[in-house]
């Protein structure tokens, strides 16, 4: 037999043609294994077998007690809850109550110390003649008493000036403010506490020509002279009172 000779080229060619059969093949092997290995099925979990269900048992008497108690308790809690809600919703109602009744003087209040109240001075006015005239003005209108906003306009004061002096008034014991609901807004009425002594009231006093004006101190026992038991004071009194009753 006649060995053919093939030449390099050719050889090389199949060799290459060869090595790619190889892997192809084995590619295809991978993948069946692949396929059934997936097939198989897994063997299925014996399904647990169904708990018997015993007897109930009868309670017992201290586990009656024990779950007499939980009840107790837990009906405290929901009466302690109630209660709790009850003031918190009283507490927010309060609050918003306050809110709606608030004023500028509740805000003045906070904002300045007692002393910067009592103290309050507006710039170039006679504190005490302004505290004077406005004391007459508010004791004209006696226990009724004045809205605050009147008297502003009547002194032309600004809102801010007028509530400061209102609170200086009340702090020093002159006045009183009561909270007043007017036209749906709320607002103060001043009532006079102290009304100021006027000078005619004095005119007709039996002590500015009393001849023992000297010696009367209200410490004398009787019958040294005292406004105490003197009867020309009371007899001035009484008249100015039946005066001012006409
Ligand atoms: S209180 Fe009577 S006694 Fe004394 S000064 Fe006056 S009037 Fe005179």
């Given at each position: ?16 043609e060869l090595a790619e059969l190889r892997t192809q093949l084995e590619i295809q092997k991978k993948t069946k294994k ?119 306009k009547k002194l032309k004061l600004n809102s801010r000036d007028g509530s400061r002096l209102a609170l200086r008034l ?15 807004r709320w607002t103060y009425k001043l009532i006079i506490e102290q009304a100021p002594i006027k000078l005619e009231s ?45």
């Amino acid at each position: 037999m006649v060995k053919k000779e093939i030449d390099p080229e050719t050889a090389s060619q199949i060799k290459k043609e060869l090595a790619e059969l190889r892997t192809q093949l084995e590619i295809q092997k991978k993948t069946k294994k692949k396929q059934a290995k997936s097939k198989q099925v897994k063997p299925k979990k014996k399904p647990a077998k169904s708990k018997q269900v015993k007897p109930k048992k009868k309670p017992t008497k201290a586990q009656l007690e024990k779950a007499k108690k939980i009840a107790k308790a837990e009906r405290e809690k929901a009466k302690k809850e109630a209660q709790a809600e009850k003031e918190k919703a009283e507490a927010e109602a309060k609050a918003k109550k306050e809110a709606a009744e608030r004023t500028h003087e509740d805000d003045l209040e906070e904002q300045f110390s007692d002393e910067q109240i009592r103290n309050f001075q507006i710039e170039k006015m006679d504190m005490d003649k302004l505290t004077n005239k406005v004391c007459e003005i508010i004791a004209d209108y006696e226990d009724n008493g004045m809205l605050q906003s009147d008297l502003w306009k009547k002194l032309k004061l600004n809102s801010r000036d007028g509530s400061r002096l209102a609170l200086r008034l009340e702090r020093r014991g002159l006045i009183t403010r009561e909270k007043i609901l007017k036209k749906g807004r709320w607002t103060y009425k001043l009532i006079i506490e102290q009304a100021p002594i006027k000078l005619e009231s004095l005119i007709d006093s039996p002590c500015l020509t009393c001849p023992v004006e000297q010696k009367c101190d209200f410490e004398n026992a009787y019958p040294e002279p005292s406004p105490l038991h003197c009867q020309l004071i009371e007899d001035w009194v009484a008249v100015d009172f039946s005066k001012k009753k006409k």
